[in-house]
């Protein structure tokens, strides 16, 4: 059977698409190298949209106002443009209040595009341009180490990572915080107090790897304006030990951490990236693997919640479970030599 997977690679092909989230300008090429800070596209997003009713106002049919109307679709308009004036001595007008672009024009109706903001979309980790999709954005191909999470909050930022865990149960307390770590990725644990991430605020950092977050910290963490990263997900969980050895090891380097919301429909997933040096490009991974006996597996339920084990045997048909469920299991072996019975669906494959 299919099995879901949570990549854990110390060094593989990673190839990421950025994207505006509106048509823009594309500023960057096909095999164009870029920094994670480089910004690759930009574009404008109209925060509110104000529809003008010139027919209703002027008090006259749709077909006349179209007539009386001065601006049309693409026009830059500023404040207290005229839009349309209606005849007599005293004559009503139809003004803009604020600046902004014409939409639409019909109907005896003018719509509006008012609070333009700039949008720049950062490359967001180094490496090459290998497409270009027109007025959108670019897929950005490099290698390095990939070890992915649970949750994010949405943000994306590189930094050099600092490690604030001394083993993958360590909790994160913001005594441990200081000015030294400031402009920094912190490598923390559990973080169970908002205090925390308030803390990493005001230094401020540019991204907090953490096992796990308590769940009362949900909308806090959203809130931030760096990336977060919660490897375990929500609760008080420790590190995978997989993913605690890859980062431990990778102290002291740029680290990419991309804290994209999980989605199992588009395969996108909170994750961090190292870029490494090569001399040779490495293999992109498996987004679709089959269980097999050998494989490290990541348990997905209580009380090994999250443990790296190796998958030792695939059950045929279907086992008895200690629970009295008869389901597809596997036994897999623990890192202290337990043997234990598991069904498929409480299991992922690490690779």
Same mark, same amino acid.
């Given at each position: 059977?299919?099995?879901?997977?949570?990549?854990?690679?110390?060094?593989?092909?990673?190839?990421?698409?950025?994207?505006?989230?509106?048509?823009?300008?594309?500023?960057?090429?096909?095999?164009?190298?870029?920094?994670?800070?480089?910004?690759?596209?930009?574009?404008?997003?109209?925060?509110?949209?104000?529809?003008?009713?010139?027919?209703?106002?002027?008090?006259?049919?749709?077909?006349?106002?179209?007539?009386?109307?001065?601006?049309?679709?693409?026009?830059?308009?500023?404040?207290?443009?005229? =839009?349309?004036? %209606?005849?007599? &001595?005293? !004559?009503?007008?139809? $003004?803009?209040?604020? #600046?902004?672009? @014409?939409?639409?024009?019909?109907?005896?109706?003018?719509?509006?595009?008012?609070?333009?903001?700039?949008?720049?979309?950062?490359?967001?980790?180094?490496?090459?341009?290998?497409?270009?999709?027109?007025?959108?954005?670019?897929?950005?191909?490099?290698?390095?180490?990939?070890?992915?999470?649970?949750?994010?909050?949405?943000?994306?930022?590189?930094?050099?990572?600092?490690?604030?865990?001394?083993?993958?149960?360590?909790?994160?307390?913001?005594?441990?915080?200081?000015?030294?770590?400031?402009?920094?990725? =912190?490598?923390? %644990?559990?973080? &169970?107090? !908002?205090?925390?991430? $308030?803390?990493?605020? #005001?230094?401020? @950092?540019?991204?907090?790897?953490?096992?796990?977050?308590?769940?009362?910290?949900?909308?806090?963490?959203?809130?931030?304006?760096?990336?977060?990263?919660?490897?375990?997900?929500?609760?008080?969980?420790?590190?995978?030990?997989?993913?605690?050895?890859?980062?431990?090891?990778?102290?002291?380097?740029?680290?990419?951490?991309?804290?994209?919301?999980?989605?199992?429909?588009?395969?996108?997933?909170?994750?961090?990236?190292?870029?490494?040096?090569?001399?040779?490009?490495?293999?992109?991974?498996?987004?679709?693997?089959?269980?097999?006996?050998?494989?490290?597996?990541?348990?997905?339920?209580?009380?090994?919640?999250?443990? @790296?084990?190796?998958?030792?045997?695939?059950?045929?048909?279907?086992?008895?479970?200690?629970?009295?469920?008869?389901?597809?299991?596997?036994?897999?072996?623990?890192?202290?030599?337990?043997?234990?019975?598991?069904?498929?669906?409480?299991?992922?494959?690490?690779?």
């Amino acid at each position: 059977m299919y099995a879901p997977t949570t990549h854990i690679l110390p060094l593989t092909t990673i190839q990421r698409e950025r994207l505006l989230p509106v048509p823009g300008t594309v500023n960057v090429r096909i095999n164009q190298r870029v920094s994670a800070t480089d910004v690759v596209a930009e574009g404008r997003w109209a925060r509110e949209h104000v529809l003008l009713d010139v027919a209703r106002t002027l008090r006259i049919s749709a077909a006349l106002a179209d007539k009386l109307i001065r601006c049309k679709t693409g026009d830059e308009l500023a404040p207290n443009t005229l =839009i349309a004036s %209606g005849r007599g &001595i005293f !004559p009503r007008e139809v $003004r803009t209040k604020r #600046e902004g672009r @014409v939409v639409v024009v019909g109907g005896g109706q003018v719509l509006l595009e008012v609070g333009d903001v700039n949008i720049e979309l950062r490359a967001g980790l180094p490496g090459m341009v290998t497409q270009v999709t027109p007025e959108r954005g670019v897929m950005i191909q490099t290698a390095g180490s990939l070890i992915q999470g649970v949750w994010g909050n949405g943000r994306i930022e590189t930094g050099l990572m600092i490690s604030m865990m001394d083993k993958p149960d360590s909790v994160l307390d913001v005594s441990r915080l200081d000015v030294s770590q400031r402009g920094s990725v =912190i490598l923390g %644990g559990v973080c &169970i107090h !908002p205090d925390v991430l $308030r803390a990493a605020a #005001e230094l401020p @950092v540019r991204g907090l790897i953490l096992s796990s977050l308590h769940a009362s910290l949900i909308s806090v963490a959203q809130q931030m304006r760096f990336p977060i990263v919660a490897m375990e997900g929500i609760g008080t969980l420790p590190m995978n030990n997989a993913a605690y050895r890859l980062l431990s090891t990778n102290v002291k380097r740029e680290v990419t951490v991309n804290a994209e919301a999980f989605d199992r429909y588009s395969g996108a997933r909170p994750e961090v990236i190292i870029p490494v040096p090569i001399t040779h490009e490495p293999a992109l991974p498996n987004d679709i693997e089959v269980f097999a006996a050998g494989q490290q597996v990541r348990l997905r339920a209580a009380p090994y919640y999250g443990t @790296v084990v190796t998958l030792v045997n695939l059950r045929a048909g279907l086992s008895t479970l200690p629970s009295g469920l008869r389901a597809p299991a596997a036994e897999v072996r623990t890192e202290s030599g337990e043997l234990l019975l598991v069904p498929l669906a409480n299991m992922e494959v690490v690779g």
